[in-house]
Nanobody, 128 residues
Framework: QVKLVESGGGSVQTGGSLRLSCAAS????????MAWFRQGPGKEREGVAA???????AYANSVKGRFTISKDKAENVLSLQMNSLQPDDTSIYYC??????????????????????WGQGTQVTVSS
């Protein structure tokens, strides 16, 4: 049974940092393809960052240079380091497992259609 549990959300001021974690279980994490998505108030869910089974990454233009996705294969934890946070980053952040075979045939790794499993989400609020 796949289980994804996010933690690390909270409230910060503009320019601050947060590190989100996602504890993964129920599948082989080391070679998995994973991603972070977010959904702001009144907005559609959007992809933020993704990583494939060999460590290649993809980022949304809005977070490039500020966010870093990483996998701790020893602990089965997916992380998202978020720096220089802005009010527009306020969202519920979701950890997701992607279908790896789709990453090899799709240019957009941040599409929700690639997701096979979702976490429950963690709230991030950035105040000005």
């Amino acid at each position: 049974q796949v289980k994804l549990v996010e933690s690390g959300g909270g409230s910060v001021q503009t320019g601050g940092s947060l590190r989100l974690s996602c504890a993964a279980s129920g599948f082989i994490f080391t070679t998995s393809c994973m991603a972070w998505f977010r959904q702001g108030p009144g907005k559609e869910r959007e992809g933020v960052a993704a990583v494939n089974g060999v460590g290649m990454t993809a980022y949304a233009n809005s977070v490039k240079g500020r966010f870093t996705i990483s996998k701790d294969k020893a602990e089965n934890v997916l992380s998202l380091q978020m720096n220089s946070l802005q009010p527009d980053d306020t969202s519920i952040y979701y950890c997701a497992r992607l279908q790896c075979w789709l990453l090899s045939v799709r240019a957009d790794w941040l599409a929700t259609s690639l997701v096979s499993d979702w976490g429950q989400g963690t709230q991030v609020t950035v105040s000005s």
